[in-house]
């Protein structure tokens, strides 16, 4: 579609293949430039979709993302000039990465000081 020249500007996008990792790529996004989009995906699917590499490239682009394993049904609707979101769906939060850091963190040095308190009886 890229290749072709289309015009794919749209306020919303539906987002490909359960949001996974390669399915929504920046250009594409920068090509669409969409002010909303909606993942379906379920809840603790074995595939891990949707990836969080998705969610922060739609986030980092300033859209809000939907989410049915977090909202379940998700209707939008436009007149042909603006679009409105019904029901109250639960956005999906932009995770900081000072907080990702910070959480790794504590869990390493957590996981350090169990190993002082409770050395390997392999070592003995």
Same mark, same amino acid.
Request: aromatic content about 8%.
């Given at each position: 579609?890229?290749?072709?020249?289309?015009?794919?500007? $749209?306020?919303?996008?539906?987002?490909?293949?359960?949001?996974?990792?390669?399915?929504?790529? =920046? =250009?594409?996004?920068?090509?669409?430039?969409?002010?909303?989009?909606?993942?379906?995906?379920?809840?603790?699917?074995?595939?891990?979709?949707?990836?969080?590499?998705?969610?922060?490239?739609?986030?980092?682009?300033?859209? =809000?993302?939907?989410?049915?394993?977090?909202?379940?049904?998700?209707?939008? $609707?436009?007149?042909?000039?603006?679009?409105?979101?019904?029901?109250?769906?639960?956005?999906?939060?932009?995770? &900081?990465?000072?907080?990702?850091?910070?959480?790794?963190?504590?869990? =390493?040095?957590?996981?350090?000081?169990?190993?002082?308190?409770? &050395?390997?009886?392999?070592?003995?």
């Amino acid at each position: 579609m890229i290749n072709a020249g289309l015009n794919l500007e $749209s306020q919303v996008l539906k987002v490909a293949h359960h949001g996974s990792r390669y399915a929504t790529s =920046t =250009t594409f996004l920068n090509k669409v430039n969409p002010t909303c989009a909606v993942i379906s995906a379920g809840l603790n699917n074995p595939y891990g979709h949707p990836h969080n590499e998705t969610i922060q490239r739609l986030l980092n682009k300033g859209v =809000t993302v939907y989410g049915t394993y977090v909202s379940g049904t998700i209707v939008i $609707s436009s007149d042909g000039q603006t679009v409105q979101v019904h029901g109250n769906p639960e956005p999906i939060p932009e995770y &900081p990465q000072n907080i990702i850091l910070l959480l790794m963190f504590a869990l =390493t040095f957590s996981v350090l000081i169990e190993k002082i308190r409770k &050395p390997s009886s392999l070592l003995y």
